[in-house]
């Protein structure tokens, strides 16, 4: 396995999937483990490229993003098509990608990559389609769970 790219979803993945809003349905935050901002900093320092894709718009998530120095966060529930178009454009195989996911519109890009994850409080058909299951669930270290077996690997 040569993993040159790791995908993830944003909530349940590296939130615990909570949306936390007021009245008027404004998001208010949302909460990142540390530890997985280690793990995406071991990730990119190893030279992988790390993309972001959620289904929901949120300027929280790409602050989060900028903070951390992801260059690409996509935001659409056609995952699958943004995977193809990031490997296309990167001259990246599909085999040599990864992405981690917790519920069924990650399910389509989970099947396209070489190295699909899912973390420990995945929806059933969503563990179903991984390779790994990470112990940890989505907001409590998954991603860098996940990035240290795709590192142990690469």
Known sequence: MKIKVIFMDVDGVLTDGKINVDATGKELFKSFCSQDTVGIIKAQKAGLHVV???AKE???TRKRAESLGIK???ISTEKGKKVEVFCAESGIAMTDACFIGDDDADIEAMR???CPIAVANAVHDVK???LYITSRSGGYGAVREAIEYVLDRT
């Open 52 to 54: 972001w894709i959620s």
């Open 58 to 60: 949120s300027d929280i």
């Open 72 to 74: 690409t966060v996509y």
């Open 112 to 114: 396209l990559v070489g």
């Open 128 to 130: 179903k389609a991984a």
